[in-house]
């Protein structure tokens, strides 16, 4: 990654390159006369041409003519969103904007968490092998989730997948119910003896992914076991790809559950306190990654903009104009010139209501850039039943 004071340099020079290798990018371009003279500056990225979420959906089959020069001939699969089963987003990128994304996410685990630091891994996630079974294809060339891209920075590490497929659910829903749907969920007494091993030895860990299905699998645990454990000095917990509102990748759990619950929960179970939480926001459609830590102020996760990564714009909800105001809410885009040179991602708008607390710095922690608080999206979720199910139930009463 380039150093951030040559950020509005390298940001005008890739919007220029991105317009003349993406015939759809230069006619967004256009259609706004966009000065490519312009001398871009903290007040006028709001100016840049950006592409919408939507132009990204597989739904619009756009996302090939996103691709800049002869981007399609080098690809090796493309990237899918996690709404696999409603209306994915399709993104191709190169190996090394690949790379950007990994630098960005592990960027993100260290300085919000002690990524570095812990070798040993409980990760609510699928095995990469998984993952790998789980593809598409369009024009010819693989699909895969974006975690197949990034799972590796965990490498080298004692690593606890938790999300599995379990074959006699799945043949019991086969004669039930007629139907051919795989049953994935979370192995419960992996889960468990793991904890058990961490506390007894005192292993430094991580717990990471969907905050969503560590609530409500931990909450069942406790009811049957009625115990706790005490990982005060040990436990760090990252969370991320959103799901609180009980939507997850392929499925609807019709289960939520609200942000200060959740850290009310893990604190209580696992005796640590609100500083070992870290959580990240990203988009498939960008490279760029945010990380967090909770807020006691805000009583929510508080999202740090890392300037060598990028640049946010908050955009009116109905007039989409920026907004320069703090505290007041508006749809989400991102803005880089990292990272996005095998497609037209130097600026999309996300579909993401967000507020901005304080646009130069965290008055909590101190760091550097912009902090905002993510409020919701302006489309619903998606969550169908698709061709698997996934159980909650680990600890199922």
Same mark, same amino acid.
């Given at each position: 990654?380039?150093?951030?004071?040559?950020?509005?340099?390298?940001?005008?020079?890739?919007?220029?390159?991105? !317009?003349?290798?993406?015939?759809?990018?230069?006619?967004?371009?256009?259609?706004? #006369?966009?000065?490519?003279? &312009?001398?871009?500056?903290?007040?006028?990225?709001?100016?840049? $041409?950006?592409? $919408?979420?939507?132009?990204?959906?597989?739904?619009?089959?756009?996302?090939?003519?996103?691709?800049?020069?002869?981007?399609?001939?080098?690809?090796?699969?493309?990237?899918?969103?996690? !709404?696999?089963?409603?209306?994915?987003? @399709?993104?191709?990128?190169?190996?090394? %904007? @690949?790379?950007?994304?990994?630098?960005?996410?592990?960027?993100?685990? /260290?300085?919000?968490?002690?990524?570095?630091?812990?070798?040993?891994?409980?990760?609510? =996630?699928?095995?990469?092998?998984?993952?790998?079974? @789980?593809?598409?294809?369009?024009?010819?060339?693989?699909?895969?989730?974006?975690?197949?891209?990034?799972?590796?920075?965990?490498?080298?590490?004692?690593?606890?997948?938790?999300?599995?497929?379990?074959?006699?659910?799945?043949?019991?829903?086969?004669?039930?119910?007629?139907?051919?749907?795989?049953?994935?969920?979370?192995?419960?007494?992996?889960?468990?003896?793991?904890?058990?091993?961490?506390?007894? %030895?005192?292993?430094?860990?991580?717990?990471?992914?969907?905050?969503?299905?560590?609530?409500?699998? &931990?909450?069942?645990?406790?009811?049957?076991?009625?115990?706790?454990?005490?990982?005060?000095?040990?436990?760090?917990?990252?969370?991320?790809?959103?799901?609180?509102?009980?939507?997850?990748?392929?499925?609807?759990?019709?289960?939520?559950?609200?942000?200060?619950?959740?850290?009310?929960?893990?604190?209580?179970?696992?005796?640590?306190?609100?500083?070992?939480?870290?959580?990240?926001? !990203? !988009?498939?459609?960008?490279?760029?990654?945010?990380?967090?830590?909770?807020?006691?102020?805000? /009583?929510?996760?508080?999202?740090?903009?890392? #300037?060598?990564?990028?640049?946010?714009?908050?955009?009116?909800?109905?007039?989409?104009? $920026?907004?320069?105001?703090?505290?007041?809410?508006?749809?989400?885009?991102?803005?880089?010139?990292?990272?996005?040179?095998?497609? =037209?991602?130097?600026?999309?708008?996300?579909?993401?209501?967000?507020?901005?607390?304080?646009?130069?710095?965290? $008055?909590?922690?101190?760091?550097?850039? =912009?902090?905002?608080?993510?409020?919701?999206?302006?489309?619903?979720?998606?969550?169908?039943?698709?061709?698997?199910?996934?159980?909650?139930?680990?600890?199922?009463?």
């Amino acid at each position: 990654m380039k150093s951030s004071k040559n950020f509005y340099e390298d940001l005008s020079i890739s919007v220029e390159k991105t !317009a003349n290798e993406c015939k759809l990018y230069k006619n967004l371009c256009n259609q706004v #006369n966009y000065d490519f003279d &312009l001398i871009l500056k903290e007040s006028n990225l709001g100016e840049i $041409p950006y592409v $919408p979420w939507s132009l990204f959906k597989l739904s619009n089959n756009k996302f090939k003519e996103l691709l800049r020069g002869n981007s399609f001939e080098e690809l090796e699969y493309w990237m899918e969103s996690s !709404a696999t089963c409603g209306d994915p987003s @399709i993104v191709g990128r190169l190996n090394n %904007d @690949i790379k950007v994304l990994k630098a960005n996410y592990n960027e993100v685990f /260290n300085t919000f968490s002690n990524k570095d630091k812990v070798n040993n891994l409980i990760l609510f =996630a699928p095995d990469i092998r998984f993952i790998n079974k @789980i593809k598409h294809k369009f024009y010819g060339k693989n699909a895969y989730l974006l975690y197949k891209s990034i799972v590796d920075i965990w490498k080298g590490k004692q690593e606890n997948f938790l999300l599995q497929f379990f074959l006699g659910k799945t043949i019991w829903k086969i004669i039930t119910t007629f139907k051919l749907r795989a049953v994935i969920g979370v192995n419960g007494r992996l889960l468990k003896s793991e904890l058990n091993r961490v506390e007894k %030895d005192k292993i430094p860990t991580i717990m990471a992914n969907s905050p969503l299905w560590m609530h409500k699998v &931990l909450k069942d645990y406790y009811q049957k076991e009625k115990s706790t454990f005490d990982l005060s000095e040990q436990l760090y917990i990252i969370t991320g790809g959103g799901g609180w509102d009980g939507t997850k990748g392929r499925v609807k759990l019709g289960y939520s559950v609200e942000k200060p619950e959740f850290i009310e929960q893990m604190c209580d179970m696992f005796n640590i306190t609100t500083d070992k939480f870290c959580d990240n926001f !990203a !988009a498939t459609e960008s490279p760029m990654t945010c990380g967090g830590h909770w807020s006691k102020y805000y /009583n929510d996760f508080i999202l740090h903009v890392n #300037n060598k990564q990028g640049r946010i714009v908050i955009r009116d909800i109905k007039s989409l104009e $920026p907004i320069k105001n703090a505290r007041e809410p508006g749809i989400l885009e991102l803005i880089t010139p990292y990272g996005v040179d095998s497609y =037209a991602g130097v600026a999309v708008l996300l579909d993401d209501i967000v507020q901005v607390e304080n646009w130069e710095r965290c $008055p909590e922690c101190g760091r550097e850039g =912009a902090i905002f608080r993510v409020l919701g999206r302006i489309t619903p979720s998606i969550g169908k039943g698709c061709s698997s199910l996934f159980s909650l139930d680990a600890f199922k009463l």
